[in-house]
């Protein structure tokens, strides 16, 4: 492969305008699972095209480093959530540190560390028509010095949320509390909790992954909720992989077959939990219920009122939460907080439950494009504005992609299929012979009803609700909105036709 940067654009400068700007083919924002995934698709498949990825962390891995909460683990099984090139070999529940590991693993056999850049937080992109490309400006961490870069074309992998700050609600009293608040995506390394009282306020995989995790460690903690979640507790193995390994198949091909069959069950369960959604909740409570056994509360705690899959169910690797429960050493309280105390936090029952830390594991930001300051020949973008093409491009938006994962599947599923569809666009550009694509309604779309990002009939976790501002609208017609359907666009996606009119060229 040739060196990223072509020396001749590289070069070019303009002493008015400030500091040199380096031109490639294509910018990869992140180096998240999306962003390494991004690169080995371009590598493998667009041999000779430039690229870089920019950073805004001191290194790769996104979630899986800016995460750094006690037990902090995947809640996608990594035969899906792992790419689908590179085979996974351990427990299907894995550790940020796994994860990071195999990521570590992609870039270092696929030789791209060194078209990664860190500590590079891009602070706008401007789109020109007359040059037709993007001039990006990003600030370095460690000299502070701006650096422009230009490309041909954007691929955003930056994920959806605020990396650098997590969502915790304003509570009354907060202030008059006398332990300490937490948000898990801004773990204190120094934080002591062990012998104290702690109360995580939260019901989600964030929650049910820490309070097992600690629970042994401190006096005794609390998961507050204000309405239950559903979960699912299995053993952290893969039957099928451990025959397949007594067998002595090789890993690429357990990969493939399990990765198949994992994709084959996850496909029906959703499909029972539309048509069936009274039975898949008996059995997704008789599965606690196993665990708890049947003096405990679970219609109180672990029933939510909405039907399975409204949100992201939480997969809970050989029961570990129930455990702690189940030993006294953890417990779960489901009510509403009035306000806090100096002693802890009073509830809307009248009880008050007390507390040295308080863990407000309540979500995050969505952050839909990074917080860069984005301009299409100097006009502010308005992200919401626009339409979205399947979740992927966006009208109005020229020569950019964006990678918005599963909530039903793993992330890492879209990421593939969004890798594929991009290196196939960029081969058709060339082809034609064209500099810019972006897409736009087409005659027979001009009627078509416009709404908003996603159904919230369909799924509504609180992220989506606070961001839907912020986010793209969608049309009624299925190439027009993002959906969850991974088992159909695995199949629609590699036969999209570039040369519809929804694609124009220029």
């Known amino acids: ?111 791209l560390e060194r078209h990664i850049r860190y500590g590079h937080k891009i602070a706008a992109a401007r789109w020109s028509s007359t040059d037709n490309q993007w001039t990006l400006e990003a600030v370095r961490a460690d000299t502070g010095e701006t650096v422009r870069i230009s490309a041909s074309f954007l691929w955003m992998c930056q994920g959806y949320y605020r990396h650098d700050e997590g969502y915790t609600p304003q509570w009354p009293g907060m202030e008059s509390f006398q ?52 979960f699912i507790p299995a053993r952290n193995a893969n039957q099928l992989a451990d025959t397949l390994r007594e067998l002595q198949i090789d890993e690429t091909w357990i990969h493939e077959i399990v990765r198949r069959k994992i994709i084959y069950d996850q ?20 599965g606690v219920r196993a665990h708890l056994g049947p003096d405990y509360d679970v219609d109180k ?84 504005d626009t339409v979205t093409y399947r979740g992927m491009m966006f009208t109005g938006v020229p020569n950019m992609a964006w990678v918005f994962g599963y909530f039903r599947a793993s992330w890492t599923l879209r990421a593939d299929l969004v890798g594929d569809f991009v290196c196939r666009l960029l081969a058709h550009m060339k082809e034609k012979g064209a500099r810019r694509v972006e897409v736009a309604l087409r005659p027979e779309d001009k009627d078509m009803k416009l709404l908003s990002w996603i159904d919230t009939e369909n799924f509504n976790p609180g992220y989506i609700l606070r961001g839907m501002h912020l986010l793209p609208k969608r049309g009624e017609k299925p190439e027009w909105q993002h959906t969850q359907d991974y088992w159909g666009e695995k199949d629609i996606f590699p036969t999209i036709d570039l040369d519809d009119a929804a694609f124009v060229y220029r």
């Open 301 to 384: 705690h672990f029933t939510p009122s909405y039907r399975p899959w409204r949100q992201r169910i939480a997969y809970v690797p050989d029961g570990d939460l129930f455990k702690g429960v189940r030993s006294g050493k953890a417990s779960v309280v489901t009510d509403e907080i009035e306000r806090f105390t100096a002693k802890g936090i009073l509830l809307k029952s009248g009880q008050e439950l007390e507390a040295d830390i308080v863990v407000s594991a309540t979500g995050f930001h969505l952050n839909v494009l990074g917080d860069i300051d984005f301009a299409i020949d100097g006009k502010p973008l308005v992200f919401s």
């Open 267 to 286: 496909a029906v369960f959703t499909r029972r939990a539309f048509e069936e959604p009274d039975v898949v909740k008996k059995e997704l409570l008789a």
């Open 1 to 111: 492969m040739p060196d990223t940067v072509t020396l001749p654009q590289a070069a070019r400068a303009d002493a008015a305008a400030g500091p040199a700007t380096e031109h490639f083919d294509v910018v990869i924002v992140g180096a998240g699972i999306s962003g390494i995934g991004a690169a080995y698709h371009l590598a493998t498949q667009r041999p000779g095209t430039s690229f870089v990825i920019l950073e805004a962390q001191e290194s790769f891995g996104g979630t899986w480093l800016t995460h750094r909460y006690p037990g902090i683990r995947s809640d996608s099984d990594l035969y899906t959530f792992g790419y689908r090139f590179k085979p996974w070999t351990s427990a299907p529940i894995a550790t940020a540190a796994e994860i990071r590991t195999y990521m570590g693993e992609v870039i270092r056999d696929n030789d």
């Open 179 to 230: 332990g300490r608040i937490v948000h898990p995506q801004t773990w204190p390394q120094d934080l002591d909790y062990k012998g104290k009282k702690v109360v995580v306020i939260g019901s989600g995989a964030t929650a049910a992954t820490l309070v097992p995790a600690i629970a042994e460690d401190v006096e005794h903690v609390i998961m507050l909720q204000r309405t239950p979640t559903y």
